[in-house]
């Protein structure tokens, strides 16, 4: 069974997706981690992120590896582990300005879809449902209230030991929903079939329960 599990940053999805593969004993498939990874790579030779010329032109020569970790899955670029590096506040835009170009997409999806392929996965991210796997047979949208994601997303950068305000976390959060949902491809929306769910005040629990339910069904 392949399920998926889309929506905008903060709502939660990360940790549910992360729990319910680790509950039905499925690999996790975090997408927007590879973006970001892309998005690392192209900070790292120094590219515009925005440059689809640019961005396009590294992709052949990266290597981009997922493999099971402790906290969900560890990123690995060209053998290095980068788990760690693509989790900040730069590179989160950089992934979503990259996350624009069709050749990344492309590349991408792709490289999830082979992912995919056995079966047996729980595919997070903007588009999994819509686009890399439409024919999911359980679809989940995730989403909360703009606050609600900004001060969860703070909370886990402060724990991380970044400085940054909430105000500034507020700010990136809607200029990055804005590069997502506005964008030509892939704009991020539910699949049509997608079971939505509103995750403000709600503990993580009680969101995969609700899930899991809905899955037996
Ligand atoms: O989910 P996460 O915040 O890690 O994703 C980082 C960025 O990657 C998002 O802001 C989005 O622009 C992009 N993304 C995407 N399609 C996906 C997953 C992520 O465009 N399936």
Redesign the pocket.
Known sequence: MVITI?GP?GAG??TVARLLAQRLGYTYL???????AV?LAALRVGIDPGSQEAVSSILDGLRLELRPGQQGAAVFLNGEDVTNQIRTPEV?LA??KV?AHPQV?AY?TELQRQMGQKGGIVA?????GTV?FPEAEAKFFITASDEERARRRWLELKQRGEEISYEEVLRQQRL?DK??SCRRL?P?KPAPEAVIIDTTGLKIEEVLEQILRLIEE
């Open positions: 889309d940053s999805k990360s975090d997408t927007g981690a590879m973006y970001r998005g989160s992934a979503s996350s997409r991408l997070e991210g903007r588009d999994t890399v990055r590069n997502d892939a991020l």
